[in-house]
């Protein structure tokens, strides 16, 4: 399984003018790495959470045709398409599939698949979008996670891939399944 994202989300669920007031910076020249360590707060975590934050387009590449394609980093929004390699190099659009977005994680069903010869590997593509929405609907413990985590790595920057065990805590509460 082979999980890229394509659309970062536009926003991040924490402000760097709201992570500064967490961490009682009252200056302007640290807000480019608080920034940095925002979005690198949000990724651990989605990582760590197996889901995604805020909406963001995804591409999960497979080798071959599942009868259910359970698709990771719930909440699953929609799915943009799902294209297959065939052994000659031709991508071909399949359409034969319906999308179940209220199960965790979300689902591709595949009624039927084609009777082409796939490629060795990474033939079937999926792009989807998933996430809680916009910042704003990023439940609260995984922005109090992100906020913890981006502050600890202020704090500590030396020991910058620690996270504090309240963030880990708060990011495992709701992990998404395995896969």
Same mark, same amino acid.
């Given at each position: 399984?082979?999980?890229?994202?394509?659309?970062?989300?536009?926003? *991040?669920?924490?402000?760097?003018?709201?992570?500064?007031?967490?961490?009682?910076?009252?200056?302007?020249?640290?807000?480019?790495? +608080?920034?940095?360590?925002?979005?690198? &707060? %949000?990724?651990?975590? *989605?990582?760590?959470?197996? %889901?995604?934050?805020?909406?963001?387009?995804? %591409?999960?590449?497979?080798?071959?045709?599942?009868?259910?394609?359970? !698709?990771? @980093?719930?909440?699953?929004? $929609?799915?943009?398409?799902?294209?297959? !390699?065939? %052994?000659?190099?031709?991508?071909?659009?399949?359409?034969?599939?319906?999308?179940?977005? @209220? /199960?965790?994680? #979300? @689902?591709?069903?595949?009624?039927?698949?084609?009777?082409?010869?796939?490629?060795? $590997?990474? &033939? +079937?593509?999926?792009? =989807?979008?998933?996430?809680?929405?916009? &910042?704003?609907?990023?439940? /609260? #413990?995984?922005?109090?996670? +992100?906020? !913890?985590?981006?502050?600890?790595?202020?704090?500590?920057? *030396?020991?910058?891939?620690? +996270?504090?065990?309240?963030?880990?805590? !708060?990011?495992?509460?709701? @992990?998404?399944?395995? =896969?």
């Amino acid at each position: 399984m082979n999980l890229t994202v394509i659309t970062p989300p536009e926003e *991040e669920p924490v402000s760097v003018e709201t992570a500064k007031q967490h961490m009682r910076v009252d200056h302007s020249a640290d807000d480019a790495l +608080i920034e940095t360590y925002l979005k690198a &707060a %949000r990724e651990y975590g *989605e990582g760590l959470a197996r %889901r995604a934050f805020v909406t963001q387009t995804l %591409r999960l590449v497979v080798d071959t045709w599942p009868a259910v394609l359970k !698709l990771p @980093r719930p909440p699953l929004q $929609s799915v943009a398409s799902v294209t297959y !390699l065939d %052994r000659d190099g031709v991508t071909h659009e399949w359409t034969d599939f319906t999308v179940d977005n @209220r /199960s965790e994680p #979300g @689902r591709v069903i595949f009624t039927a698949t084609p009777n082409a010869l796939l490629a060795e $590997s990474g &033939a +079937i593509s999926v792009e =989807f979008v998933a996430g809680y929405g916009a &910042a704003a609907d990023v439940p /609260s #413990g995984f922005v109090q996670a +992100i906020l !913890l985590t981006a502050t600890h790595w202020y704090e500590n920057r *030396e020991a910058a891939m620690d +996270i504090p065990s309240g963030a880990k805590a !708060l990011y495992m509460a709701n @992990r998404g399944s395995w =896969f």
